[in-house]
């Protein structure tokens, strides 16, 4: 789809940071899935063993991971409308780390996510040590985001999308960058 923009690298890169100031300036944007994900299932683990984790079962974490994608995505091209939309990761983010655990995806799964089509440019933002760090949801270690960052990227060229790298800035300058690029 023409207006629907995928914001994608490593963690701790500043993704949701971008993304916030593109909804501060009036666009519309989809939070990312994996976190919410994470969220619900750690609120639920001490009653219902919450197993859809990343450092639990990563094969559930996916599945829930494209399953809500695909989700995020459906419901942001039911209104056939013309404005831009920025993604808070993209469903080959799911894709990805699926490769990067192992995990197989199934025809049937692979053909859901290839009829999910983005914007041809995909803007990913490198690994940036001086503002990464851990948190309850993110846990990965720096050499695990920059890895991540090269798998990402590798990942959505395969696909045939354009990565445009987003430069090490500050929001303002990030921000500039990336509605330059889309005009």
């Given at each position: ?5 995928v ?61 809500a ?7 942001a ?25 192992g ?5 049937e ?21 001086e ?34 790298t ?18």
């Amino acid at each position: 789809m023409k207006n629907l923009f995928v914001i994608t690298g490593g963690p701790g890169a500043g993704k949701t940071t971008l993304l916030n100031a593109l909804s501060a300036n009036g666009y519309k944007t989809i939070p990312e899935a994996a976190r919410a994900i994470i969220r619900e299932e750690t609120e639920t683990e001490t009653e219902t063993d919450g197993e859809a984790l990343p450092w639990k079962n990563k094969q559930f974490y996916t599945d829930k991971m494209i399953a809500a994608s695909i989700l995020d995505y459906n419901r942001a091209t039911a209104s056939q409308s013309n404005e831009i939309c920025f993604f808070d990761r993209g469903i080959l983010d799911a894709v990805c780390y699926a490769d990067m655990i192992g995990y197989v995806l199934s025809k049937e799964t692979m053909e859901k996510v290839l009829n999910c089509q983005y914007n041809s440019k995909v803007f990913i933002l490198p690994p940036w040590k001086e503002i990464y760090q851990t948190d309850n949801e993110r846990k990965q270690d720096w050499q695990e985001a920059e890895q991540t960052y090269f798998q990402m990227k590798s990942t959505y060229e395969r696909f045939g999308y354009k990565v445009i790298t987003v430069p090490i800035g500050n929001i303002d300058e990030r921000k500039e960058f990336v509605l330059t690029q889309i005009k």
